[in-house]
């Protein structure tokens, strides 16, 4: 929940910016911020027992390339995945964005149930009809204001 209402305001801040640099540069200045806000933190918190015991245990099960090129790749894709959903928004509401988002959170949910065979808790059924639901509501009420827009326009 909390993960959906930072994606909203981010979202809504980032579209009101655009109106002064496009969706790169904004982007860009977005994950320089970011870097800067959450290094610190990550160091003073997680810092110590990061390198004891997360990278040695890391590099002793799958080896030093193989961890290196798994950060690669995985910081690849996640930065494309950013740059994609920063792009959309630039053509996009940020309601629509927003929706565009639990609808995919929804799906990656379908696809490791059906793909890795992961089981559905309860927590996880509970959420995904919330957000099933709310987009078609969503939809629904949307429908019925163009609907009644093009009444009044004819």
Known sequence: ????????YRSIYSKKAMTDMDSTNLYAYISIIALFVC??????????????HGFKDAIAKVGL????????????FYHLYNQVATNTLERVAPLTHAIGNVLKRVFVIGF????????????TG??????????????????????KKQIKSA
């Not at 490791?112 to 927590?123: P, R």
Request: aromatic share 8%.
């Open 1 to 8: 929940m909390i993960s959906n209402i930072s994606f909203t």
């Open 39 to 52: 290094i610190p933190p990550a160091i003073i918190i997680e810092g110590p027992q990061l390198v004891q």
């Open 65 to 76: 390339t193989k961890l290196i090129s798994n950060f690669f790749v995985v910081g690849l």
């Open 112 to 123: 490791s149930i059906i793909a890795f065979g992961n089981k559905i808790t309860t927590q």
């Open 126 to 147: 509970i959420g995904t009809s919330i957000a099933v639901s709310g987009v078609a509501l969503y939809s629904f009420i949307k429908a019925k204001i163009e609907e």
